[in-house]
């Protein structure tokens, strides 16, 4: 069972918060939720040599074919990401040993193109006395760590330790330790002065890091949360060793939950004639503007000590009123791959939601990532606006005419429903719709739907609120959570009376882009396999659809 307080405690003090964490009674990390009865020794540990993804198939109807998820077992948080001599390294948290959270490690896929995943043994496994939880990786390209050498520079790895029973802190304690890798991140060491970085007197909520370079000071700035004061604390290096406070972020925005996995990152504004802005990514559960998880941002300053958010939404202000990365339910915990080639930040999230992440109906494994997202940011008004778009690498990969067919469909809908055919009938495909709204109420899709008609994932827009909505209600298996919201929505104005998306379906997720990337609504869903039915619909008038269908092969 996850605790979450509805009100965790915020200290007024910006002296107190700079060193220290206050514990509330009760309360659990969202990232370290109160494991189930299962016994640790359910599955066996992930197996020593690599693992091809396996493919969907009835007996393991909602396994990923374009989503990185392990072989077996529970998956969460990504950790680590980072692009090494034309590999992607995606390390994340992993319970070696069962389909459930606990026994907290660092699994380890690896992939050349974002959708095709090969699962490495675990990298760092955790122990009674020190659980290995989020963190990020950089390659120390330079040796200032001392870890490598000039001609085999290390990775270095800035983990959270947790630590039980016979740890180097009092149990309970959460600290920032130090693993590193001379072989391309096949294997890690972990540093014999851990931890490097922690809170006095010690704190249970202490977690998170993830790093980034300060080229005018020529040093890496860590942040890290105190997660139940919704506080990210700033601290800087020349070694990724030895850390120094810097300031604390905080005071602004949804506070209805912990803050976890923070990143802070400078960004070109699209069309700002070289002008730079710095974001900071801040996760929040619960409280997200989904219901539960949910992944907030702030775009401001930073002058090498302080962050400083601009037009940010107040304490208390209405959920609509701060900037989300997905108005979903199942995207939370994403950091950026450290290194992508490209020159924009590219973003990799967990597809999840820890309102019923450990009851959903998947075995034998659980847990799965969003696809990568490449984020841009644009001037709008008054605020600056990131923007999501499916990773070129992945998009490329989705869309490989060796491995995809692609079919198109013109119609015109009037107080109707028309079936797409098989075109759009597969369990795992990239859809590009253009909606021409202008004459209708409703209009949209609906996807794995049942051959009745009862069941199916409906993507619809009203006209009259411009309201996108992604509702699966009647999408599949639901029974596991009453907390499986049945709907989500966002605010999305036509342009010139159209309506553009981009939708990523798989065997139990959809992702929809809308035509700008200012607005994404990630779910997952359950549906049985046999419901691969399409269609589209208009109510109140008539809609006109362009249609174009990439389908993965098996």
């Known amino acids: 069972m996850l605790h979450s307080p509805q009100h965790p405690f915020r200290s007024a003090r910006k002296a107190v918060l700079a060193v220290v964490a206050v514990v509330v009674a009760m309360v659990a990390s969202s990232c370290t939720p109160t494991p189930d009865s299962s016994p640790s020794a359910a599955n066996p540990p992930s197996a020593a040599g690599t693992v091809a993804a396996p493919a969907p198939s009835e007996s393991d109807p909602w396994r990923p074919a374009a989503h990185l998820t392990a072989s077996q077992n529970w998956i969460n948080d990504p950790n680590g990401l980072v692009y090494e001599n034309g590999t992607y390294h995606a390390f994340y948290q992993h319970n070696p040993h069962g389909n459930f959270w606990g026994d907290m490690s660092w699994g380890h896929s690896t992939s050349t193109d974002l959708v095709h995943w090969t699962q490495q043994p675990v990298a760092m496994e955790g122990s009674a006395s020190e659980e290995v939880f989020s963190g990020a990786i950089v390659s120390d390209t330079k040796n200032a760590s001392g870890l490598g050498t000039a001609e085999n520079p290390p990775l270095v790895a800035l983990y959270t330790s947790s630590y039980g029973e016979g740890g180097a802190l009092p149990k309970g304690s959460q600290a920032q330790s130090v693993a590193y890798s001379l072989d391309r991140g096949t294997s890690w060491t972990k540093y014999k002065g851990n931890p490097v970085l922690s809170l006095q007197p010690a704190s249970n909520n202490f977690r998170d890091p993830k790093i980034t370079w300060y080229e005018p000071g020529k040093y890496w700035v860590m942040t890290t949360v105190v997660a139940d004061a919704q506080v990210v604390k700033l601290f800087k290096s020349t070694d990724l060793l030895h850390w120094s406070f810097l300031s604390d972020f905080s005071g602004v925005g949804a506070q209805g939950g912990l803050w976890e996995v923070p990143e802070l990152l400078q960004m070109d504004v699209d069309g700002g004639n070289g002008l730079k802005k710095w974001v900071m990514i801040v996760s929040i559960n619960p409280g997200g503007i989904a219901g539960g998880s949910g992944m907030q ?49 590219v973003l990799l999230g967990w597809m999840g939601n820890w309102d019923y992440a450990q009851s959903v109906p998947s075995t034998p494994w659980r847990g799965s990532m969003a696809i990568p997202r490449q984020l841009t940011l644009a001037a709008t008004g008054s605020r600056f606006e990131l923007r999501s778009a499916i990773a070129p690498a992945a998009a490329d990969a989705l869309t490989n005419a060796k491995t995809s067919e692609v079919h198109r469909e013109n119609l015109t809908v009037t107080d109707s429903t028309e079936s797409l055919g098989s075109d759009f009938g597969s369990r795992t495909q990239l859809i590009d719709a253009e909606m021409d709204v202008a004459g209708s109420a409703d209009a949209g899709m609906v996807l794995r739907a049942s051959s009745d008609g009862r069941a199916g994932l409906r993507i619809s827009y009203n006209r009259a609120s411009q309201t996108l909505k992604v509702d699966r209600s009647t999408a599949g298996t639901s029974n596991f959570s009453p907390k499986f919201s049945p709907y989500h929505q966002a605010s999305v104005p036509t342009k010139d009376g159209k309506v553009r998306l981009r939708i990523l379906l798989d065997s139990s997720s959809v992702e929809v882009f809308t035509q700008d990337g200012s607005v994404v609504i990630s779910d997952i869903f359950f549906p049985q396999w046999g419901n691969t039915g399409a269609a589209a619909f208009s109510s109140g008038g008539t809609a006109g659809f362009v249609l174009t269908s990439t389908r993965m092969q098996p």
Request: aromatic share 14%; net charge negative.
């Open 297 to 345: 941002y702030f775009v401001g300053d930073f002058d090498g000590t302080r962050f400083t958010a601009e037009h940010a939404a107040k304490p208390g202000d209405p959920l609509t009123d701060s900037q989300w990365l997905d108005h979903g339910a199942d995207f939370y915990a994403a950091n950026t791959i450290s290194a992508a080639p490209g020159g924009k930040p």
